[in-house]
């Protein structure tokens, strides 16, 4: 037994699940460790658990997160069985189908999502968690101040983004951040995923896409489409796009805008792991032109 299902089976154990006979760990994710329990009765749940919880909330906000998804927006997701301090215990979903008309729903799913949660102000009524690190959530009435301070800005405190990005890149942020309305359209604020790259996406027992793992806010909608867009979909996902813009009635330009959205994505990966696959080299690409005033 490895490790991380000995923490799984431990936290299930001091859960009430005292029947656990096979667990199966996961792939993919990066900040907490994950399984699929098998119990004496050959049911089986998903556990997620952290061998140091970053606080006693973080499985509670994803929880929430996750109601909110789908009693808002219509999404599916799977049924909370049980979120505490150090566990979180869910429904098992089925691994994502490998095929164009499964994206195609996906952008359904998503745009609906999008269109039918607009909502007067940024934010979220409490701080929740991008992974092992708080996302702060606090209310703004205009998004680029949103944007700007609480998903690109907030990062410059966190220890791995003070050792790796130098004085220049620093400034070069807040210059970018300082041109924002003129570099991004104004958009209105929606009900967003918050971190949703495809390793977020399944698929429930028939077949429909579902989504895990969020970190919600009211926020621009291309947020969303920017996480999807520069985190490697599949080859199959390609049809997502198109068919996103035609429902979103996006503009032709919405690409050229994606490496700004992505600072934030970018930042918060250099903050909580030591290999940051790329992305303080994408940051610096991002803010080349703004290295020097114009």
């Not at 102000?121 to 209310?139: M, S, V, Y």
């Not at 996006?250 to 700004?260: C, F, N, S, T, Y």
Request: net charge negative; charged share 25%; aromatic share 8%.
């Amino acid at each position: 037994m490895t490790s991380s299902t000995t923490l799984l089976r431990d936290c299930l154990y001091r859960a009430g699940m005292r029947d656990i006979v096979l667990i199966e760990p996961a792939t993919g994710g990066l900040a907490a460790v994950a399984g699929t329990a098998t119990r004496r009765d050959e049911s089986s749940v998903f556990a997620k658990a952290f061998a140091e919880p970053p606080d006693d909330d973080v499985f509670a906000a994803e929880a929430e997160g996750l109601a909110a998804l789908s009693e808002l927006g219509g999404v599916a997701t799977p049924e909370v069985i049980l979120a505490n301090r150090e566990l979180l215990v869910l429904a098992v979903l089925r691994p994502r189908p490998r095929s164009e008309i499964f994206w195609e729903q996906l952008a359904h799913t998503l745009a609906r999502l999008h269109l039918s949660t607009t909502h007067p102000r940024f934010g979220w009524h409490r701080d929740n968690w991008l992974g092992r690190r708080r996302q702060a959530n606090t209310w703004e009435d205009d998004g680029f101040t949103f944007f700007a301070q609480h998903r690109l800005l907030r990062w410059l405190v966190e220890p791995r983004v003070e050792a790796v990005l130098d004085a220049g890149d620093r400034v070069a942020l807040e210059r970018l951040c300082h041109r924002l309305p003129d570099l991004l359209p104004d958009r209105p604020a929606c009900l967003t995923h918050g971190d949703l790259w495809a390793q977020n996406v399944l698929a429930t027992p028939d077949g429909r896409p579902a989504l895990i793992d969020p970190a919600v806010s009211y926020m621009w909608a291309e947020l969303d489409l920017a996480h999807l867009w520069s985190a490697s979909p599949p080859p199959e996902a390609q049809r997502f796009f198109d068919t996103y813009a035609e429902l979103t009635a996006l503009d032709g330009d919405w690409r050229a805008r994606m490496p700004i959205i992505q600072l934030r994505q970018h930042l918060a990966v250099i903050a909580q792991f030591d290999d940051d696959w790329g992305a303080a080299d994408r940051i610096r690409a991002v803010l080349a032109p703004f290295r020097t005033r114009t």
